[in-house]
C-alpha cells in the first residue's frame, strides 16, 4: 500500500470510448460505415479555498516539516473526441491546475523548508489516443486509462495506470488516476466472452512528494533523521522550487526504457449464469517505490545534532553523490500480478468480489525504507443500486496478507490488514446532495473521510463544501496524516 492510499469511490464512470461500443456487443453495417463524423467538446473548470484545523507541531524548528495552512486550487479540463461511425475515433484531453499554499514562516527567506507563500503552476496531458476498430476487434494507441476490477475504493487489481497521491482527496476523481502510454486491443469471443490485452512500452510511476506538502511521505510522525536532513536540504531551496525540489528527490533513476523493460498484461472475461466474471495477469514495475539509505549514512544521520548543524556541513555526503554514491535511492521492482473477480445482482443490489495476488508488492516500514513481500487480497463490495446517480450506496470490506513475516514495523498496515470503505450519496433538497467518502481500519485503528455538501444551481454551475477528517493510531494512515484535517469551500462549472 503506497502512501497515501486514496479513498477512491466513483459514482459515475465515463465510457472509455464512448462512441465505440465493445466488440461482443457491435455488428458491423453498411449504414454504420456511412457515419457522418462526430465531434464533442466537453470540460469543467473548479476553484476552491481551503484551511487546515490544526497545524501545530511539536517539534522544535530545525525538525519541523512545512504544513500548507490555507490553500486555493484552481483547476480545469478539457477533453476532445472524434469519431467517424464505428470505424475510428479519436481522444484527447488536458488539464490545467494552478496551486496556492500559506505555511507560516519566521525567515525572511521563503524556503522549502519554511516557503511561506507561494504558488504552483502545471500543465499536464490525460489522454492522447486513436483507435481502429473492426468486427470483434477493438485496437486503441495512446495515453490512456484502463480500469480494471469491480472495487472502486479499496481497489487490488487496478494496476495499469499512474495515480496521483499528492492528493488523495481531488475534487475531481479523473485527477487522481493518471492516462499512460498503453496498447489495448479488445477482442470479442462470442456474444458474452472478451479477451482485452495490454503493452506498456513506457512505465509512468505515481506521482508522489517526498517533502514540503500537507501528503509528503516524510511527516511529523517521520524519523527526526529524515526530517533534519531535508529541513536542511529544503533550507537551500527557493519555495517556488518545490516540485521540482520533489522531483530531484524522488528517485535515483526510473526503470529503462526499451523492448526489454516493457510490461504487458491480459484480462479474460465472460458471464455465465448472470455472473459476471473476469481474470487478470500483468508482469510490470510496482509503483510504490521502495526507498533505501546507505548503511554508513544512515549511521552519520543518527549522529548528527541537527540543532547545530548546517547545510555546508554535509559536503562530504554531496563529494559522494558526486562520486556516484547515492545515499538514498528509490527504485522501483518487477512484479507478478494475478487477479480475478465476479459480479451478480440480487434484486436492488450489486454484490461484487476482487481477488488479487502480487508476488512482489510494495510497502514501507516505519523508517520509510522500501519492503517487497508476497501479498494476497479479498476485497468485498455491497452496492445498493438506485438508478440515480444522487442516490449512492457503496460498502467494501478488505482483506491483505503479507505472505512472508516483515521485518517490523510496517506503516500503513500490518501482517494481516482489515479495511472498510464507504460510499453514501443522498438528496437532502431538491437540488442540495451530501456525500460522504470513508475509509477505516481496525488494525491498526484509523480513519481518513471526507464529508460534502454540493448545492447544484443548475446544470452547469455548483457550489461545494468539503470537510476532510483523519485520525488513528500513529502508524496508520489516518494517524500519520492526522494534521491534515480541515475544510475547503468551491464552485464548479461545466462547461
Known amino acids: 500500500m503506497s502512501p497515501p492510499t486514496e479513498t477512491e469511490m466513483t459514482e459515475v464512470i465515463e465510457p472509455e470510448a464512448a462512441s465505440a461500443p465493445s466488440p461482443a456487443a457491435r455488428s458491423a453495417s453498411?449504414?454504420?460505415?456511412?457515419?457522418a463524423p462526430a465531434y464533442r467538446f466537453s470540460g469543467w473548470a473548479y476553484q476552491g479555498f481551503g484551511s487546515l484545523f490544526d497545524w501545530q507541531q511539536d517539534s522544535p524548528?530545525?525538525?519541523?516539516?512545512?504544513?500548507?495552512?490555507?490553500?486555493?486550487?484552481?483547476?480545469?479540463?478539457?477533453?476532445?473526441?472524434?469519431?467517424?461511425?464505428?470505424?475510428?475515433?479519436?481522444?484527447?484531453?488536458g488539464s490545467l491546475l494552478y496551486s496556492w499554499t500559506y505555511s507560516p514562516n519566521d525567515t525572511e527567506r521563503q524556503t522549502v523548508a519554511q516557503?511561506?507563500?507561494?504558488?504552483?503552476?502545471?500543465?499536464?496531458?490525460?489522454?492522447?489516443?486513436?483507435?481502429?476498430?473492426?468486427?470483434?476487434?477493438?485496437?486503441r494507441i495512446g495515453q490512456q486509462r484502463v480500469a480494471?476490477?469491480?472495487?472502486?475504493?479499496?481497489?487490488?487489481?487496478?494496476?495499469?495506470?499512474?495515480?496521483?497521491?499528492?492528493?488523495?482527496?481531488?475534487?475531481?476523481?479523473?485527477?487522481?488516476?493518471?492516462?499512460?502510454?498503453l496498447v489495448r486491443a479488445d477482442v470479442a469471443l462470442g456474444d458474452k466472452s472478451s479477451l482485452q490485452l495490454i503493452f506498456a512500452p513506457i512505465f509512468v510511476p505515481d506521482k508522489i512528494d517526498i517533502y514540503g506538502s500537507n501528503w509528503a511521505l516524510i511527516q511529523p510522525g517521520a524519523p527526526d533523521s529524515l526530517r533534519g536532513f531535508f529541513h536542511q536540504m529544503g533550507s537551500l531551496v527557493d519555495a517556488s522550487l518545490l516540485n521540482e525540489f520533489n522531483r530531484l528527490t524522488q528517485q535515483s533513476a526510473l526503470p529503462p526504457s526499451g523492448v526489454t523493460q516493457f510490461a504487458?498484461?491480459?484480462?479474460?472475461?465472460?458471464?455465465?449464469?448472470?455472473?459476471?466474471?473476469?481474470t487478470y495477469y500483468y508482469y510490470g514495475y510496482d509503483r510504490t517505490p521502495r526507498l533505501k539509505v546507505d548503511p554508513a549514512f544512515a549511521q552519520l544521520l543518527q549522529s548528527v545534532d541537527f540543532s547545530m548543524i548546517r547545510a555546508g556541513d554535509f559536503a562530504p555526503l554531496f563529494n559522494a553523490i558526486q562520486a556516484g554514491q547515492a545515499p538514498i535511492a528509490l527504485t522501483y521492482e518487477r512484479n507478478h500480478h494475478l487477479g480475478a473477480d465476479f459480479g451478480t445482482t440480487l434484486g436492488p443490489l450489486g454484490?461484487?468480489?476482487?481477488?488479487?495476488?502480487?508476488t512482489n508488492r510494495g510497502f514501507f516500514l516505519r523508517d520509510l525504507t522500501g519492503y517487497g513481500a508476497r501479498t494476497g487480497e479479498l476485497v468485498a463490495a455491497l452496492e445498493y443500486q438506485t438508478g440515480?446517480?444522487?442516490?449512492?450506496?457503496?460498502?467494501?470490506?478488505?482483506?491483505?496478507?503479507?505472505?512472508?513475516?516483515?521485518?517490523?514495523?510496517?506503516?500503513?498496515?500490518?501482517?494481516?490488514?482489515?479495511?472498510?470503505?464507504?460510499?453514501?450519496?443522498?438528496?437532502?433538497?431538491?437540488?442540495?446532495d451530501v456525500e460522504l467518502r470513508a475509509r477505516f481500519s481496525p488494525t491498526p485503528n484509523n480513519v481518513?473521510?471526507?464529508?460534502?455538501?454540493?448545492?447544484?444551481?443548475?446544470?452547469?454551475?455548483?457550489?461545494?463544501?468539503?470537510?476532510?477528517?483523519?485520525?488513528?493510531?500513529?502508524?496508520?494512515?489516518?494517524?500519520?496524516?492526522?494534521?491534515?484535517?480541515?475544510?475547503?469551500?468551491?464552485?464548479?462549472?461545466n462547461l
Open 115 to 139: 516557503h511561506g507563500a507561494h504558488g504552483a503552476y502545471e500543465m499536464r496531458l490525460q489522454e492522447l489516443y486513436a483507435g481502429v476498430f473492426w468486427t470483434g476487434l477493438d485496437l
Open 388 to 432: 440515480d446517480i444522487h442516490k449512492v450506496l457503496v460498502l467494501e470490506s478488505s482483506v491483505l496478507h503479507l505472505f512472508e513475516q516483515a521485518p517490523p514495523p510496517l506503516l500503513f498496515v500490518q501482517q494481516t490488514t482489515a479495511t472498510f470503505a464507504l460510499l453514501a450519496r443522498a438528496p437532502l433538497l431538491s437540488s442540495l
Open 30 to 35: 453498411a449504414a454504420d460505415d456511412a457515419a
Open 448 to 493: 481518513v473521510a471526507r464529508l460534502m455538501l454540493e448545492w447544484r444551481v443548475n446544470d452547469r454551475f455548483a457550489l461545494r463544501a468539503y470537510g476532510t477528517w483523519t485520525a488513528g493510531d500513529q502508524w496508520g494512515l489516518g494517524g500519520y496524516f492526522e494534521h491534515n484535517s480541515g475544510a475547503e469551500l468551491g464552485a464548479k462549472v
Open 351 to 358: 454484490l461484487t468480489f476482487d481477488l488479487a495476488y502480487d
Open 148 to 181: 480494471w476490477g469491480r472495487a472502486e475504493a479499496l481497489a487490488p487489481n487496478d494496476v495499469l495506470n499512474a495515480r496521483d497521491l499528492r492528493d488523495p482527496f481531488p475534487t475531481e476523481r479523473n485527477l487522481f488516476h493518471q492516462p499512460t502510454p
Open 61 to 93: 524548528a530545525y525538525l519541523a516539516v512545512p504544513r500548507d495552512v490555507a490553500f486555493s486550487h484552481t483547476q480545469a479540463q478539457l477533453r476532445f473526441s472524434y469519431a467517424l461511425g464505428r470505424k475510428f475515433e479519436a481522444v484527447a484531453s
Open 264 to 278: 504487458a498484461g491480459t484480462r479474460a472475461a465472460t458471464t455465465l449464469s448472470g455472473i459476471d466474471l473476469a
